[in-house]
């Protein structure tokens, strides 16, 4: 037996059934593994699953990259409405529309989750090499010895599962992780927000339309808290409320329907209208928590982990989804690299992945200041503006950060690396000015080349 077929495993298991967890069965499977998928939810394609914790998807080219990787994007477009820019909604109902990017195909697209994943799964069975077992619950990992203890719910049994491997994509509660620190073997961090989230819903109208610009998310600004709506293909639009915890404005202080409908009256009156059951919506769905995980290891002998499970952050830059689903590219690539002998292509993975990841989670923190706050201010929009024109004149070395992440491949780590310097090069070309008619574009051109290496 040569040393490469001693370290290509012949079993993996997979814990999560999710977006992630799904991806990486499909290309385990296409290189010719036994996959198995244990998750403790039912299946989705056959019961439905109570909502108020979806926060929308939103698909950009990294996630684009990965489902055209699987031949699957023909199959994914049905499930997509384009969104072209944020339509900012300011306290009178004025509407101003912010254009994600300045080309035609620089959109974001909101996409049903339960529609790509149901996709995922058909396509990980239809390999004839993936196994799906719903209703199973993790309830220990041996890691030494590459047994897990899952609860067979349905049967109420308990059973114990070999794996040559272990991908751990069982999201932000991850047993998996949580076996490895019980090790001692990673240390994570998981920092929650003081703020928290809860989703509404604006129905479709009464001939089966959209009641908002379709082509668009949509956002309240309001300085400490905002709600964002991403329309689905059913006409109707996912509304979530993003609030502090405690204060006078907060989920602590709406506690009754008078308060509820004041806040709305006051600060959303122009979606107020269109959520025929506000008070039903708020009081029933749960309220939902914002964190993010970091892990400083990713892997432990045979397991790893991937998604969620490794590094979890905030949805303010609708890169959650299509960041796991860069973990699925960058696996498949190191597994390449190393012809499937795990022993060096996991290690490269984690490596891989670890920069890119902790840069994300700190610019999808820094999204959020801006999206709830930072949107409603001029010099924020000039800036905007001078970007894009940058981006016309030096394209070659000046992308907007915000375009680096959604329409690029660029890894993470660089596009905040760079947009850092960006962000001085903008404060430095608008210090004095409020109008992009009196920007000195030959200084920004030098600034630009002498801060920024070409791209």
């Not at 409020?434 to 920004?444: G, L, M, S, Y």
Request: hydrophobic residues 40%.
């Amino acid at each position: 037996m040569n040393n490469q077929t001693q370290n290509r495993p012949q079993h993996i298991v997979i814990m999560g059934a999710g977006l992630v967890g799904s991806m990486h069965a499909i290309f385990l499977a296409r290189r010719g593994y036994r996959v198995s998928v244990y998750e403790q939810l039912p299946d989705i394609r056959k019961e439905s699953i109570s909502a108020g914790r979806s926060i929308n998807l939103a698909l950009a080219n990294r996630g684009i990259d990965a489902l055209n990787r699987l031949g699957l994007m023909d199959e994914v477009k049905p499930l997509l409405i384009p969104m072209q820019g944020r339509m900012l909604h300011d306290e009178d109902g004025e509407l101003k529309l912010q254009s994600y990017g300045q080309k035609p195909e620089e959109v974001i697209y909101s996409v049903s989750r339960a529609g790509l994943v149901s996709l995922l799964r058909d396509t990980a069975e239809v390999t004839g090499q993936v196994e799906f077992f719903f209703k199973h619950e993790c309830l220990a990992i041996d890691l030494d010895q590459n047994t897990c203890e899952v609860h067979n719910k349905p049967n109420d049994q308990k059973i114990t599962i070999e794996y040559d491997y272990l991908i751990g994509a069982d999201g932000g509660g991850s047993q998996v992780r949580e076996s490895m620190k019980a090790l001692n073997e990673t240390e994570f961090s998981a920092e929650l927000l003081d703020h928290s989230y809860k989703e509404l819903n604006i129905p479709a109208g009464p001939n089966g339309e959209f009641q908002m610009d379709k082509e668009a998310l949509h956002i309240w600004p309001r300085g400490d808290y905002m709600m964002i709506g991403l329309p689905n293909p059913d006409a109707s639009f996912t509304l979530t409320l993003f609030m502090p915890n405690e204060g006078p404005i907060s989920f602590a202080s709406i506690t009754d329907v008078e308060t509820l409908h004041s806040i709305f009256d006051q600060y959303f009156a122009d979606a107020k209208g269109l959520i025929p059951d506000l008070e039903h919506d708020y009081f029933n769905n749960p309220t939902g928590y914002l964190g993010t995980i970091r892990c400083h290891d990713w892997q432990y002998k045979n397991a790893v982990l991937t998604g969620d499970a490794a590094h979890a952050i905030v949805p303010f830059h609708g890169q959650g989804m299509n960041a796991g689903f860069e973990d699925c590219v960058a696996m498949e690539k190191a597994l390449d690299t190393f012809d499937d002998n795990w022993e060096l292509a996991i290690p490269l993975f984690v490596e891989s992945r670890m920069a890119n990841s902790n840069a994300i989670a700190d610019m999808a923190l820094e999204n959020y200041i801006e999206m709830r706050s930072t949107v409603n201010d001029p010099k924020f929009h000039l800036k905007k503006a001078i970007a894009f024109q940058l981006e016309q004149r030096l394209p070659e070395y000046f992308i907007p950060r915000y375009s680096m992440v959604m329409f690029h491949l660029i890894p993470y780590a660089d596009a905040f690396a760079r947009g850092k310097i960006q962000y001085k090069i903008l404060n430095e070309l608008t210090d004095d000015v409020d109008d992009i008619e009196n920007v000195d574009f030959i200084r920004a051109e030098r600034l630009v080349k002498q801060k920024l290496p070409r791209l």
